[in-house]
T-cell receptor, first 115, second 112 residues
């Protein structure tokens, strides 16, 4: 069964550094998402992306965050200048149609540790 | 705003025991409700969903009924197995948005 793949599985970075988290969604999917989960807290929505643009974003998704689909297969999340509080598990997800009509398929996540 | 509250874990059960994981929600309008499951080392997978009041979602022996009067979507299974050990997330989405709002997750541990 096709799946969403995320790399790396664990990323350690120093505060202030830029990180790029990579995701390969399922190939015929059109909707793409990033969520994150800080240890012990809720899974939180960050951003949704459709038709090559952001369709919705949360308050967390400030100017330090950006997303890109550079080549039609990858979907990346960039954090420009990481802070300690960005340490979390980041989940990429994709779906064939909108959330109401088809399920989200999640990747296994990238654990980001900011020191 | 919209929110989901689910019971804290871990829930520890013996094999073949009855499972209930409580979930209640706060939402304007008529959200869709979901249960996702995360097995160790894997991503979240959709377990079941319900899109309107009194709908019952079911999958792999798990069931949950959309109860508008009590704003609840409790997850139940009649006889759990060791392989059901995982973290279970209740979530909602409203019809005007394309995002899920999750609860904190409940860890289920089933022992033989």
């Amino acid at each position: 069964e096709p799946e969403v793949t995320q790399t790396p599985s664990h990323q350690v970075t120093q505060m202030g550094q830029e990180v790029i988290l990579r995701c390969v969604p399922i190939s015929n999917h059109l909707y793409f998402y990033w969520y994150r989960q800080i240890l012990g807290q809720k899974v939180e929505f960050l951003v949704s992306f459709y038709n090559n643009e952001i369709s919705e974003k949360s308050e967390i998704f400030d100017d330090q965050f950006s997303v890109e689909r550079p080549d039609g297969s990858n979907f990346t999340l960039k954090i420009r200048s990481t802070k300690l509080e960005d340490s979390a598990m980041y989940f990429c997800a994709s779906s064939a149609r909108s959330l109401q009509d088809s399920p989200l398929h999640f990747g296994n996540g990238t654990r980001l540790t900011v020191t | 705003g919209n929110s989901v509250t689910q019971m804290e874990g871990p829930v520890t059960l013996s094999e073949e025991a009855f499972l209930t994981i409580n979930c209640t929600y706060t939402a304007t309008g008529y959200p869709s409700l979901f249960w996702y499951v995360q097995y160790p080392g894997e991503g979240l997978q959709l377990l079941l969903k319900a899109t309107k009041a009194d709908d019952k979602g079911s999958n792999k022996g798990f069931e949950a009924t959309y109860r508008k009067e009590t704003t609840s979507f409790h997850l139940e299974k009649g006889s759990v197995q060791v392989s059901d050990s995982a973290v279970y997330f209740c979530a909602l989405s409203d019809r005007n948005t394309d995002k899920l709002i999750f609860g904190t997750g409940t860890r289920l541990q089933v022992f033989p």
